[in-house]
């Protein structure tokens, strides 16, 4: 086997070279938002694990009830993106030290989450070192019924729900790339703090769209895995991504970056045949959430960027990848 060296070893690739392997009795294995493996009858049971890391997925000062929320709903949201109804979670956990009044709001950031999802906290582990959650979330899916990464077709839709960019519009400002007026931050900042997993719209989404996922690395790279995993390419209007008010008044420029390469915002992209596009506007109504119409799948592959005008458009910026060269 040929040496490779570590600066060329992207996040994927060292998944896919060290720990992707064919699975033997599981359905679904590594390489989707969740595995699925044997559950109650007529069930899969669907298993996500996401850690968060001080310093690399949220600010060391962060306000702990933010933290345990946003804990929880990345991986509540890895079930959305599955079409999974939450059933129970563990959780890792790291300390540099036990503090009451940071634990319980923590604790209570996490639990009030668990608590709308009727998701339950069965078990975990506890241990003295750099503060890091790693949490583990299982789901119920009926079989069959799961909104998998590979089952994209030619000709179906691109859909994407909510907005896309306020995350990534609020991280920059933290990190000092732009500056947002106070009031236009304050809006913002909670998309990044405190994202909605859009468990409600996984479900309701089972038998109307054929592949999923959720955005947390940025629009461009995570239609990406569906485009590999289902070989099919898609062609997407930039100018039809939706954003909030506040990211629309910012610079073109920053526009683009959130809306095509900001990650962490947790919205779900998802592929449906053009028949579903009825069903799919009233399930936006009925959740009171907008679900836009983006692009389309093609046979040939690739992802081809439009403007408004049906103009070609390039996008030079990549996804998140841990371990991208830099
Ligand atoms: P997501 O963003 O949906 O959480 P990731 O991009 O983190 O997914 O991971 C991509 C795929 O690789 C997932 O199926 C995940 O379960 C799998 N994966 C990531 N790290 C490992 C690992 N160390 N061992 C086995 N599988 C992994
Ligand atoms: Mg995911």
Not at 59 to 87: C, I
Not at 148 to 177: F, K, M, N
Not at 301 to 318: I, M, Q
Request: hydrophobic content about 45%; glycine content about 10%; proline content about 8%.
């Amino acid at each position: 086997m040929p040496h490779v060296q570590p600066a060329q070893l992207s996040e994927f690739d060292l998944i896919r070279r060290y720990f992707t392997r064919p699975v033997r009795k599981a359905a679904l294995g590594v390489g989707d938002d969740c595995a699925l493996v044997e559950g109650r009858p007529g069930h899969h049971l669907a298993i996500s694990t996401d850690m968060l890391v001080s310093g690399r997925h949220f600010f060391p000062d962060v306000a702990p009830r933010a933290l345990g929320h946003k804990a929880l709903a990345v991986n509540l949201s890895d079930l959305a993106a599955m079409g999974a109804e939450p059933r129970a979670f563990t959780l890792a956990l790291a300390l540099p030290e036990a503090e009451p009044e940071w634990l319980a709001e923590l604790a209570g950031g996490m639990l009030a989450l668990a608590d709308e999802h009727g998701c339950e906290l069965v078990g975990g582990d506890t241990t003295r070192g750099p503060l890091t959650l790693s949490l583990t979330v299982f789901g119920d899916v009926p079989l069959r019924a799961a909104l998998r990464r590979d089952a994209a077709r030619p000709g179906d839709d691109i859909w994407v729900s909510g907005t896309l960019g306020d995350a990534r519009l609020a991280l920059g400002d933290c990190r000092g790339e732009w500056l947002l007026p106070e009031p236009e931050f304050t809006q913002v900042r909670p998309r990044m703090d405190t994202p909605t997993p859009r468990v409600a719209l996984g479900m309701a989404l089972r038998g109307v769209a054929h592949a999923a996922l959720d955005i947390s690395d940025g629009l461009v790279g995570d239609l990406g895995h569906i485009l590999s995993r289902s070989q099919v390419g898609a062609l997407v209007d930039v100018d039809a991504l939706p954003r909030s008010a506040v990211l629309a008044g910012q610079p073109e420029a920053i526009q683009r970056e959130c809306v095509l390469a900001g990650g962490d915002d947790y919205e779900l992209c998802f592929t449906a045949p053009a028949g579903q596009r009825d069903a799919i506007a009233a399930i936006g109504e009925r959740l009171a959430l907008p679900l836009t119409r983006v692009g389309a799948i093609t046979p040939e592959p690739g992802l081809r960027l439009v403007d408004r005008a049906g103009n070609p458009t390039r996008y030079e910026g990549a996804s998140f990848d841990h371990f991208a060269a830099p």
